[in-house]
Nanobody, 129 residues
Framework: QLQLVESGGGLVQPGGSLKLSCTAS????????IVWFRQAPGKEREGLSC????????YSLDSVKGRFTISRDRAKNTVYLQMNSLETEDTAVYYC??????????????????????WGQGTQVTVST
């Protein structure tokens, strides 16, 4: 069983940046995709960005492209989410999850929460003055 732990959340002003980390308790398999989600109060969990653990290819929600960047460090079993130009609407609990790998033509499916087999506990991000 893969355990995931998120960290790096906090309070930031609009326009600021945060870098979230998702660290796995064991070696992440090359058959995994790691995905970042967020859930704001009263809203559904929303997939933001995913990264193929094997080849590092990524896919992101259009609304965060250019602001959020996902990356991985295989040696540290960690996936990062660099978030820039944060807005109040980005306030949410951010989760990472591990799902199965997808072929390139289906990579857009990686943002579906139903595909996730393992979840982290979440980290709160609050964007406010």
């Amino acid at each position: 069983q893969l355990q995931l732990v998120e960290s790096g959340g906090g309070l930031v002003q609009p326009g600021g940046s945060l870098k979230l980390s998702c660290t796995a308790s064991a070696s992440v398999s090359n058959s995994h995709t790691i995905v970042w989600f967020r859930q704001a109060p009263g809203k559904e969990r929303e997939g933001l960005s995913c990264i193929d653990w094997f080849d590092g290819r990524t896919y992101s929600l259009d609304s965060v492209k250019g602001r959020f960047t996902i990356s991985r460090d295989r040696a540290k079993n960690t996936v990062y989410l660099q978030m820039n130009s944060l807005e109040t609407e980005d306030t949410a609990v951010y989760y990472c999850g591990a799902a199965g790998r997808l072929i390139a033509s289906e990579r857009h499916q990686c943002l579906r929460a139903a595909r996730v087999a393992y979840w982290g506990q979440g980290t709160q991000v609050t964007v406010s003055t």
